[in-house]
């Protein structure tokens, strides 16, 4: 089963517009950890903004905030005012505390969202 | 400035032959990682380190091997035992293994082998 679900491929928003990413993960882990990540055409993976289990409030980042709800186990990123800069790939992620299982407790990706921002 | 530095950017070769990857940090980071990636793809975990002269096989070692000699440098290199070598290689780096803190990657390697 996979652990982090992407279920959009493409995106489109209007420039200045809200848009929500959507992330949902699996684990029997209590203790893990979120993070998106965004990978422009010159694909350099950089990141955005984490969120760990047992984070009482969600996470933000300047224009970037990250809706947590753990018993829907979705962790869906919010970009406010799109920009025509944000028109990239974007990657959930998740890493397992406990539950090393074979890598570690290493980065498990999503297929990622191609974003694209539109003037 | 500090960061991750992968070199070539582009680098092609032929079936059968073996080719390395550059990986260089100046993070002072412990743990440096290997990844993946095929179009449409997430990133897969191939190799990674904690520390020096000690790695760990991720999901997708096959046909890959690697060392850490220094701590700022973690090499990769593509074997001809790799069925299916051509993609783009990203290389990481965080604090510590395993802990809260995010990885830094690299530019990047796009692999062609023909």
């Known amino acids: 089963a996979q652990k982090i679900t992407q279920t959009q491929p493409g995106m489109f928003v209007q420039e200045k517009e809200a848009v929500t990413l959507d992330c949902t993960y699996d684990?029997?882990?209590?203790?893990?950890?979120l993070f998106w990540y965004k990978q422009p055409s010159s694909g350099e993976m950089i990141f955005l903004i984490y969120q760990g289990s047992y984070d009482q409030q969600n996470a933000t980042e300047g224009r970037y905030s990250l809706n947590f709800q753990k018993a829907r186990k979705s962790a869906n990123l919010v970009i406010s005012a799109s920009q025509l800069g944000d028109s990239a790939m974007y990657f959930c992620?998740?890493?397992?505390?406990?539950?090393?299982?074979?890598?570690?407790?290493?980065?498990?990706f999503g297929k990622g969202t191609k974003l694209s921002v539109k003037p | 400035d500090g960061g991750i530095t992968q070199s070539p950017k582009y680098l092609f070769r032929k079936e059968g032959q073996n080719v390395t990857l550059s990986c260089e940090q100046n993070?002072?980071?412990?743990?440096m990682y290997w990844y993946r990636q095929d179009p449409g793809q997430g990133l897969r975990l191939i190799y990674y380190?904690?520390?020096?002269?000690?790695?760990q096989k991720g999901d997708i070692a096959e046909g890959y091997s690697v060392s850490r000699e220094k701590k700022e440098s973690f090499p990769l290199t593509v074997t001809s035992a790799q069925k299916n070598p051509t993609a783009f290689y990203l290389c990481?780096?965080?604090?510590?293994?395993?802990?809260?803190?995010?990885?830094?990657f690299g530019p990047g390697t796009r692999l062609t082998v023909t």
């Open positions: 380190s904690q520390i020096v002269n000690d790695f």
């Open positions: 992620a998740m890493r397992e505390y406990r539950n090393y299982g074979g890598s570690q407790g290493n980065l498990i």
């Open positions: 993070l002072n980071h412990d743990a």
């Open positions: 990481a780096s965080s604090i510590k293994a395993g802990s809260i803190y995010e990885q830094y």
């Open positions: 684990t029997s882990d209590p203790s893990y950890g």
